[in-house]
């Protein structure tokens, strides 16, 4: 082990940093939130890491993407060359594995199905969904990172991070993911059309964006990435749900404990052939932008 690892395994160990080098980890949404997991766990020097990301890079990324610079064309970057490129700039003997593929995509499946860990850094519930059951399925410890900004009278600000790590709890039974928005996003954009006709949802409403900035996706990130380490080191088992109000400069670890029935923590843990894969290659995810 190089000197460069000295201060990591001054905290963990050896054994703690062999983990970490041995580890396979994607990286869904190489993003806001997930450009600074990239980072951290470069640096922490994860030895292979799949980003999946089919978006290329946005005039109004370049607030908080770290890894971007001035002259990166737009369009014409993929947000998994800004990934692969920041891996490259800290420690070039890491693998990286690019999937310029929606995450319900042949490719971005047969990445997470070879994962060990995978982090989850978008805003779909769909998305979410379906990470959660492959992870479940694959019995994959899951990382869930969130942030998130509500403007109002008094502006909420923040983020969460959810690990479904052991089999003892996850987004659906710890109450953090909007199934029946998910099933939606999966159903694909004419059950979208037909909900909306019958509920009266206003068209223009759907898919905006909010304020994002690069401090509070920062910390988000760091916290997702912590529990990550925490745990492969064995220092501790990572914490299910945190919570952080940055408007109120606060982190709540959440204890109230999982559903005892979850289907997705009990009922298809560690059963490969219990999920059906190919209902989210045909699904709405496949032709929709889940990342952030």
């Not at 020097?45 to 908080?64: A, K, S, W, Y």
């Not at 499946?109 to 995978?118: G, Q």
Request: charged residues 25%; contains cysteine; proline residues 3%.
């Amino acid at each position: 082990m190089t000197d460069r690892f000295d201060r990591n395994i001054r905290f963990f160990g050896k054994e703690g940093q062999a983990r970490l080098r041995a580890a396979r980890v994607a990286v869904v949404g190489i993003g806001g939130v997930g450009t600074h997991v990239v980072q951290q766990l470069a640096l922490l020097g994860v030895g292979d890491l799949f980003l999946i990301d089919d978006e290329e890079l946005d005039e109004t990324n370049r607030n908080r993407y770290v890894g971007v610079r001035h002259d990166n064309l737009i369009p014409g970057t993929p947000k998994v060359d800004i990934g692969e490129r920041l891996v490259e700039s800290i420690d070039s003997e890491i693998r990286t594995h690019k999937i310029l593929a929606s995450v319900a995509s042949t490719e971005a499946i047969a990445a997470l199905t070879k994962a060990e860990y995978i982090f989850g850094c978008i805003d779909s519930e769909g998305a979410r969904l379906m990470l959660t059951e492959l992870s479940a399925a694959y019995a994959v410890p899951y990382i869930d990172a969130a942030s998130d900004i509500l403007p109002g009278d008094r502006l909420h600000y923040g983020g969460r991070v959810c690990v479904a790590w052991n089999g003892d709890g996850c987004l659906v039974c710890l109450d953090e993911l909007d199934v029946a928005e998910a099933q939606m996003d999966i159903a694909g954009e004419l059950a979208r059309e037909d909900h909306d006709t019958i509920y009266g949802v206003e068209r223009g409403l759907l898919g905006a964006v909010g304020p994002s900035v690069v401090s509070i996706n920062g910390v988000v990130a760091s916290h997702a990435v912590t529990e990550f380490m925490l745990g492969i080191t064995n220092i501790r088992s990572p914490h299910r749900l945190l919570v952080y109000r940055g408007d109120i400069g606060k982190v709540t670890v959440k204890t109230e404990p999982p559903r005892t029935n979850c289907y997705y923590c009990k009922g298809i843990r560690g059963q490969r052939t219990a999920i059906d894969l190919q209902r989210f290659l045909n699904s709405g995810l496949a032709h929709r932008q889940p990342f952030k």
